[in-house]
């Protein structure tokens, strides 16, 4: 459809570009439904177009989900933020700095655990998913040493979420996945998303894409397992269908639609029913800066890359890039706006997306005063 909105303008310049193929976004605002469209091709060989509706790797966006899975735990009593995590995961690193590991650190990526490549973290759609304990379990048993005092300060890790997808096994007695399925997509009515491509899904599944002339294809190439780097399109590679090992960090699947109705909890002032999910106490604590590090500056599951000093309004993000996919989710509080942005390409420039986003609903914020409220 054709939109003044410059965000949505520029997506559908994008996509006509293939940066991405396809992309399918949607943007939050006070008051207002959410508006959600697709550009461009889900698939190039079918010509299938992306929508709303087209199904898309998480990856990492993933964490936003796990984080709000802990919060939700902790406001049920089912354990406490600043609770050690050697209580619930006996695996754990027990050395001093371990023993002192506590649940906020990890959601804070201020444990001092290491982040191991998970480029290879990835299995066949057909073939089943390994067991998250013994996953866990191998990769903390290769990465035990602690790389700094716990929130010393904020370093991104990957593993820490899978450890985080333990806790909420041990506090709630559920799997990982069926706790999420029951207590958070369900509740906000996320009928598309999963953790696998349910049959209902599967046809809407968007073909990932990776550029052929890239300096890292090679590598790639040789870290991804067999049968995924599918075949050549022109300048691209096609990846067969394949779902994350290690659910907790970046295992969902999903539309743009229901990220949209995820986003729309986490951003506060606006009406929603959520009280089933999280309370305004709950959603506020998530996004209360808590540890910095060199390149982050992190809440609980969102952060804010401090080399973004050319934006000029204060937001919380989380990012979901791999194989063929790359997404962001990101709330600006201030100016009550939520953009999800979700393509089938393993990077594209998301980054002008979202300044065109904020540039317009800070233009209509300024050209249209609002009206004044009586106070309560």
């Known amino acids: 459809m054709s939109t003044p909105d410059p965000g949505f303008k520029l997506a559908a310049e ?4 293939q940066h991405p193929p396809g992309l399918s976004i949607a943007v939050l605002a006070e008051s207002e439904s959410a508006r959600c469209d ?3 091709l889900a698939d190039i060989e079918k010509r299938q177009p992306a929508s709303p509706e087209t199904v898309y790797l998480w990856f990492s966006m993933t964490k936003l989900v796990t984080a709000t899975a802990i919060v939700q735990l902790a406001e049920r009593g089912a354990l406490e933020l600043d609770d050690p995590i050697g209580g619930f995961v006996s695996e754990f690193p027990s050395g001093d700095r371990g023993r002192r590991v506590t649940i906020r650190h990890l959601l804070s990526h201020s444990a001092g655990l290491a982040n191991p490549i998970p480029v290879g973290w990835v299995r066949p759609a057909e073939t089943p998913t390994a067991d998250l304990h013994e996953f866990t379990s191998r990769l903390l048993a290769k990465h035990s040493r602690l790389r700094s005092e716990p929130g010393e300060r904020a370093s ?6 899978l ?6 096994e041990a506090a709630s007695g559920r799997p990982y996945t069926d706790y999420v399925r029951a ?3 369900s509740p ?3 009928t598309s998303t999963d953790f696998v491509y349910r049959n209902d899904m599967a046809p ?4 990932g894409y990776h550029p052929r002339f890239n300096v890292m294809t090679p590598l790639l190439r040789r870290m991804v397992p067999a049968g995924i780097f599918d075949h050549r399109i022109g300048r691209l590679w096609a990846f067969s269908r394949f779902c994350v090992q290690g659910a907790p960090y970046g295992g969902l699947v999903g539309t743009v639609h229901d990220a949209a109705r995820f986003l729309r909890l986490h951003l506060a002032g606006i009406d929603f029913p959520s009280s089933s999910v999280l309370s305004p106490e709950g959603i506020a604590a998530m996004q209360l800066p808590t540890a910095r590090g060199r390149k982050l500056d992190v809440a609980l599951g969102w952060f804010h890359r401090r080399a973004d000093k050319d934006i000029g309004s204060r937001y919380w993000e989380h990012l979901g890039g791999g194989a063929g996919f790359f997404n962001t989710m990101r709330i600006y509080p201030e100016l009550k706006l939520g953009l999800v942005a979700m393509g089938n390409l393993t990077s594209w420039d998301y980054r002008t997306l979202a300044r065109a986003v904020v540039d317009q609903a800070s233009s209509q914020g300024k050209s249209q005063p609002r009206a004044a ?3 309560q």
């Open 14 to 17: 994008l996509s006509a570009r």
């Open 38 to 40: 697709g550009f461009g």
């Open 156 to 161: 991104y890790s990957n593993l820490g979420y």
């Open 163 to 168: 450890v985080l997808g333990e806790v909420i």
């Open 183 to 185: 207590n958070i997509l």
């Open 188 to 190: 906000l009515g996320m």
């Open 204 to 207: 809407r599944a968007a073909t």
């Open 373 to 375: 409220r009586t106070p």
